[in-house]
Protein backbone atom coordinates (compact mmCIF):
# COMPACT_ATOMS: atom_id res chain seq x y z
CA UNK A 1 0.00 0.00 0.00
CA UNK A 2 2.97 2.58 0.39
CA UNK A 3 4.58 1.84 -1.93
CA UNK A 4 1.05 1.80 -4.10
CA UNK A 5 0.87 5.62 -2.59
CA UNK A 6 4.19 6.49 -3.42
CA UNK A 7 3.86 5.83 -6.92
CA UNK A 8 0.75 8.20 -6.82
CA UNK A 9 3.10 10.71 -5.57
CA UNK A 10 5.61 10.33 -7.95
CA UNK A 11 3.69 10.73 -11.05
CA UNK A 12 1.78 13.60 -9.66
CA UNK A 13 5.24 14.72 -9.93
CA UNK A 14 5.84 14.19 -13.13
CA UNK A 15 2.70 14.57 -15.50
CA UNK A 16 3.48 18.65 -14.92
CA UNK A 17 6.93 17.82 -15.41
CA UNK A 18 6.21 15.78 -18.70
CA UNK A 19 3.40 18.30 -19.51
CA UNK A 20 6.23 21.13 -19.48
CA UNK A 21 9.08 19.30 -21.49
CA UNK A 22 6.12 19.03 -24.25
CA UNK A 23 5.53 22.30 -24.78
CA UNK A 24 7.15 23.18 -28.11
CA UNK A 25 10.32 25.45 -27.88
CA UNK A 26 9.57 27.11 -31.25
CA UNK A 27 6.60 28.99 -30.92
CA UNK A 28 7.30 32.17 -33.40
CA UNK A 29 6.10 32.94 -37.25
CA UNK A 30 7.72 30.91 -39.50
CA UNK A 31 10.24 33.33 -41.65
CA UNK A 32 12.31 33.26 -44.18
CA UNK A 33 15.20 35.44 -45.67
CA UNK A 34 14.14 35.76 -49.61
CA UNK A 35 17.85 35.38 -50.79
CA UNK A 36 16.86 31.64 -50.32
CA UNK A 37 15.08 31.73 -53.18
CA UNK A 38 17.09 34.18 -55.30
CA UNK A 39 17.21 31.57 -57.81
CA UNK A 40 13.75 31.21 -58.15
CA UNK A 41 12.03 34.66 -58.41
CA UNK A 42 13.67 35.01 -61.65
CA UNK A 43 11.44 32.52 -63.14
CA UNK A 44 7.86 33.73 -61.33
CA UNK A 45 7.55 36.14 -58.53
CA UNK A 46 3.95 34.84 -57.79
CA UNK A 47 4.85 31.32 -58.26
CA UNK A 48 7.77 31.43 -55.60
CA UNK A 49 5.64 33.28 -53.30
CA UNK A 50 2.96 30.86 -53.82
CA UNK A 51 5.73 28.29 -52.96
CA UNK A 52 6.85 30.34 -49.94
CA UNK A 53 2.76 30.41 -48.46
CA UNK A 54 2.91 26.83 -49.40
CA UNK A 55 4.93 26.26 -47.16
CA UNK A 56 3.34 27.71 -43.91
CA UNK A 57 5.83 30.83 -43.92
CA UNK A 58 4.38 34.12 -42.77
CA UNK A 59 7.16 36.64 -42.33
CA UNK A 60 9.98 37.41 -44.92
CA UNK A 61 12.46 39.32 -44.79
CA UNK A 62 14.42 40.92 -48.30
CA UNK A 63 14.28 43.43 -50.88
CA UNK A 64 11.80 43.88 -53.82
CA UNK A 65 12.63 41.15 -56.58
CA UNK A 66 13.99 42.91 -59.69
CA UNK A 67 11.91 43.57 -62.44
CA UNK A 68 8.42 44.87 -60.19
CA UNK A 69 7.67 47.75 -58.33
CA UNK A 70 7.31 47.75 -54.66
CA UNK A 71 3.54 48.68 -54.86
CA UNK A 72 3.09 45.32 -57.16
CA UNK A 73 5.43 43.08 -55.14
CA UNK A 74 3.35 44.36 -52.10
CA UNK A 75 -0.42 43.67 -53.60
CA UNK A 76 1.73 39.66 -53.76
CA UNK A 77 2.73 39.85 -50.21
CA UNK A 78 -0.80 41.05 -49.11
CA UNK A 79 -3.04 38.41 -51.56
CA UNK A 80 -0.93 35.43 -49.33
CA UNK A 81 -0.63 36.97 -46.27
CA UNK A 82 2.97 36.79 -46.43
CA UNK A 83 4.77 40.28 -43.97
CA UNK A 84 7.73 41.67 -44.68
CA UNK A 85 9.37 42.79 -41.49
CA UNK A 86 13.38 43.40 -42.67
CA UNK A 87 14.86 44.66 -45.53
CA UNK A 88 18.46 44.89 -46.28
CA UNK A 89 20.55 47.66 -47.89
CA UNK A 90 24.58 47.67 -49.09
CA UNK A 91 26.56 49.07 -47.06
CA UNK A 92 27.77 51.39 -49.52
CA UNK A 93 24.01 52.77 -50.31
CA UNK A 94 23.05 53.73 -46.59
CA UNK A 95 26.08 54.93 -46.05
CA UNK A 96 26.20 57.54 -49.53
CA UNK A 97 22.03 58.01 -48.94
CA UNK A 98 20.61 56.96 -45.93
CA UNK A 99 17.61 58.75 -46.64
CA UNK A 100 17.01 57.12 -49.83
CA UNK A 101 17.19 53.60 -47.65
CA UNK A 102 14.40 55.52 -45.03
CA UNK A 103 12.34 56.13 -48.19
CA UNK A 104 12.59 53.00 -49.35
CA UNK A 105 11.80 51.16 -45.89
CA UNK A 106 8.94 53.09 -44.91
CA UNK A 107 7.49 52.09 -48.52
CA UNK A 108 8.27 48.26 -47.90
CA UNK A 109 6.45 48.81 -44.34
CA UNK A 110 9.27 47.17 -42.24
CA UNK A 111 10.95 48.15 -39.05
CA UNK A 112 14.48 46.71 -39.80
CA UNK A 113 17.01 47.71 -42.11
CA UNK A 114 19.77 45.45 -42.19
CA UNK A 115 23.46 45.59 -43.90
CA UNK A 116 25.28 42.29 -44.03
CA UNK A 117 28.81 43.03 -45.62
CA UNK A 118 31.78 45.74 -44.17
CA UNK A 119 33.30 45.98 -47.56
CA UNK A 120 37.10 44.78 -46.75
CA UNK A 121 40.47 43.91 -48.57
CA UNK A 122 42.03 40.89 -47.56
CA UNK A 123 41.44 39.88 -43.64
CA UNK A 124 39.31 42.42 -42.06
CA UNK A 125 41.34 44.75 -39.95
CA UNK A 126 40.71 47.58 -36.92
CA UNK A 127 40.61 50.30 -39.67
CA UNK A 128 37.54 48.52 -41.41
CA UNK A 129 36.07 47.87 -38.37
CA UNK A 130 36.43 51.28 -36.75
CA UNK A 131 35.09 53.05 -39.62
CA UNK A 132 31.87 50.90 -39.85
CA UNK A 133 31.44 51.86 -36.28
CA UNK A 134 31.43 55.57 -37.28
CA UNK A 135 29.57 54.75 -40.55
CA UNK A 136 26.72 52.53 -38.37
CA UNK A 137 26.85 55.40 -35.86
CA UNK A 138 25.79 58.11 -38.35
CA UNK A 139 23.39 55.49 -40.46
CA UNK A 140 21.80 54.01 -37.52
CA UNK A 141 21.10 57.91 -35.81
CA UNK A 142 19.19 58.84 -38.74
CA UNK A 143 17.00 55.74 -39.11
CA UNK A 144 16.00 55.57 -35.68
CA UNK A 145 14.89 59.52 -35.97
CA UNK A 146 12.66 57.95 -38.97
CA UNK A 147 11.02 54.99 -36.50
CA UNK A 148 13.73 52.16 -38.24
CA UNK A 149 15.72 49.92 -36.71
CA UNK A 150 19.43 49.26 -38.01
CA UNK A 151 21.14 46.03 -38.08
CA UNK A 152 24.26 44.85 -38.97
CA UNK A 153 24.99 40.87 -40.31
CA UNK A 154 27.39 38.84 -39.11
CA UNK A 155 29.50 37.37 -41.70
CA UNK A 156 32.18 35.69 -39.58
CA UNK A 157 35.25 38.04 -40.69
CA UNK A 158 34.52 40.40 -37.57
CA UNK A 159 36.16 37.41 -35.26
CA UNK A 160 39.29 38.07 -35.65
CA UNK A 161 41.48 38.83 -32.96
CA UNK A 162 42.01 42.22 -31.47
CA UNK A 163 43.35 42.91 -28.17
CA UNK A 164 41.96 41.07 -25.36
CA UNK A 165 38.78 39.85 -27.77
CA UNK A 166 37.81 40.52 -31.30
CA UNK A 167 37.03 42.94 -33.67
CA UNK A 168 33.57 42.00 -33.35
CA UNK A 169 34.19 42.64 -29.62
CA UNK A 170 35.35 46.23 -30.54
CA UNK A 171 32.21 47.11 -32.65
CA UNK A 172 29.43 45.87 -30.03
CA UNK A 173 31.87 48.75 -27.40
CA UNK A 174 32.04 51.05 -29.72
CA UNK A 175 28.49 51.29 -31.23
CA UNK A 176 25.60 53.12 -29.53
CA UNK A 177 23.14 50.49 -28.93
CA UNK A 178 20.41 53.63 -28.96
CA UNK A 179 21.05 53.14 -32.73
CA UNK A 180 22.95 49.97 -33.84
CA UNK A 181 21.97 46.46 -33.25
CA UNK A 182 22.49 43.43 -34.86
CA UNK A 183 21.46 40.31 -36.36
CA UNK A 184 23.14 36.88 -35.48
CA UNK A 185 23.45 34.82 -38.65
CA UNK A 186 24.63 31.61 -36.69
CA UNK A 187 26.15 29.95 -39.20
CA UNK A 188 28.55 32.68 -39.73
CA UNK A 189 29.35 33.12 -36.61
CA UNK A 190 30.09 29.71 -35.85
CA UNK A 191 32.41 29.41 -39.24
CA UNK A 192 34.42 32.59 -38.24
CA UNK A 193 35.07 31.39 -34.68
CA UNK A 194 31.97 32.59 -33.09
CA UNK A 195 30.01 30.70 -30.36
CA UNK A 196 26.30 31.71 -31.30
CA UNK A 197 25.23 30.95 -27.47
CA UNK A 198 28.12 32.91 -26.14
CA UNK A 199 27.97 35.84 -27.99
CA UNK A 200 23.64 35.66 -26.74
CA UNK A 201 25.14 35.47 -23.26
CA UNK A 202 27.14 38.10 -23.53
CA UNK A 203 24.93 40.71 -25.75
CA UNK A 204 22.20 39.11 -26.02
CA UNK A 205 20.00 42.45 -25.89
CA UNK A 206 21.70 43.87 -28.97
CA UNK A 207 20.81 41.10 -31.30
CA UNK A 208 16.95 42.18 -33.01
CA UNK A 209 17.15 39.33 -35.54
CA UNK A 210 18.24 35.72 -36.10
CA UNK A 211 19.10 34.02 -39.43
CA UNK A 212 18.63 30.09 -38.59
CA UNK A 213 20.88 27.56 -40.53
CA UNK A 214 23.27 24.97 -40.30
CA UNK A 215 26.81 24.48 -41.33
CA UNK A 216 27.78 20.73 -42.93
CA UNK A 217 29.71 18.53 -40.36
CA UNK A 218 32.82 18.36 -40.86
CA UNK A 219 33.27 21.86 -42.47
CA UNK A 220 36.24 23.89 -40.89
CA UNK A 221 35.92 27.65 -40.45
CA UNK A 222 37.61 30.39 -41.28
CA UNK A 223 37.58 34.23 -41.47
CA UNK A 224 36.38 34.63 -44.77
CA UNK A 225 32.82 35.26 -44.30
CA UNK A 226 32.86 32.49 -47.20
CA UNK A 227 31.80 28.99 -47.67
CA UNK A 228 30.97 26.65 -50.64
CA UNK A 229 26.70 26.84 -50.50
CA UNK A 230 27.20 22.98 -50.63
CA UNK A 231 28.00 23.47 -47.49
CA UNK A 232 24.60 24.85 -45.80
CA UNK A 233 22.54 21.78 -44.81
CA UNK A 234 18.95 21.66 -43.03
CA UNK A 235 18.46 22.56 -39.35
CA UNK A 236 19.44 19.91 -37.35
CA UNK A 237 21.57 17.56 -39.73
CA UNK A 238 24.69 19.76 -39.35
CA UNK A 239 27.61 21.07 -36.59
CA UNK A 240 25.29 23.52 -35.36
CA UNK A 241 23.08 23.38 -31.66
CA UNK A 242 20.38 25.60 -33.61
CA UNK A 243 17.89 24.45 -30.64
CA UNK A 244 20.37 25.67 -27.73
CA UNK A 245 20.71 28.98 -29.74
CA UNK A 246 16.84 29.14 -30.38
CA UNK A 247 16.55 28.66 -26.67
CA UNK A 248 18.62 31.60 -25.38
CA UNK A 249 17.33 33.67 -28.24
CA UNK A 250 14.09 33.25 -27.13
CA UNK A 251 15.06 34.20 -23.12
CA UNK A 252 16.51 37.50 -24.75
CA UNK A 253 13.19 38.27 -26.45
CA UNK A 254 14.05 37.71 -29.89
CA UNK A 255 11.41 37.38 -32.13
CA UNK A 256 12.17 37.01 -35.41
CA UNK A 257 14.51 33.85 -36.96
CA UNK A 258 14.52 33.52 -40.93
CA UNK A 259 15.45 30.45 -42.43
CA UNK A 260 18.10 31.39 -44.83
CA UNK A 261 19.32 28.29 -47.21
CA UNK A 262 21.76 29.18 -49.73
CA UNK A 263 21.98 25.70 -51.51
CA UNK A 264 21.00 24.52 -54.60
CA UNK A 265 18.65 22.22 -53.06
CA UNK A 266 17.26 24.77 -50.54
CA UNK A 267 13.64 23.50 -51.83
CA UNK A 268 14.43 20.28 -50.18
CA UNK A 269 16.43 21.42 -47.15
CA UNK A 270 13.54 24.34 -46.54
CA UNK A 271 10.72 21.88 -45.47
CA UNK A 272 12.88 19.69 -43.56
CA UNK A 273 14.17 22.67 -41.56
CA UNK A 274 10.41 23.65 -41.00
CA UNK A 275 10.14 20.19 -40.17
CA UNK A 276 12.79 20.61 -37.58
CA UNK A 277 11.44 23.56 -36.01
CA UNK A 278 7.86 22.63 -35.36
CA UNK A 279 9.68 19.17 -33.79
CA UNK A 280 11.61 21.37 -31.24
Not at 156 to 184: A, R, W
Not at 247 to 254: C, F, L, Q, S
Request: hydrophobic share 40%; with cysteine; proline share 4%.
Amino acid sequence: MRTFLLLIVWLSWLEPSLAQSAKPLYTFPLGVQTYTYRNSFPHGVEATLDTIQALGITVLEGNVPKGISTEAYLAMLKKRNLTLVSTGASYEEIVANPLAVVQQAKALGVKYVMVAWIPHKDDFDWQEANKAVDDFNTVGKILAANGLTFCYHIHGYEFMSYQQGTLFDYMMQHTNPKYVSYELDILWAHHGGGNPLALLQKYGKRFKLLHVKDLKKGVQGDHSGSTPTTNDVALGTGQIDVAGIIRAAKKWGIKYYFIEDESPIQHLQVPQSIAYLKSL
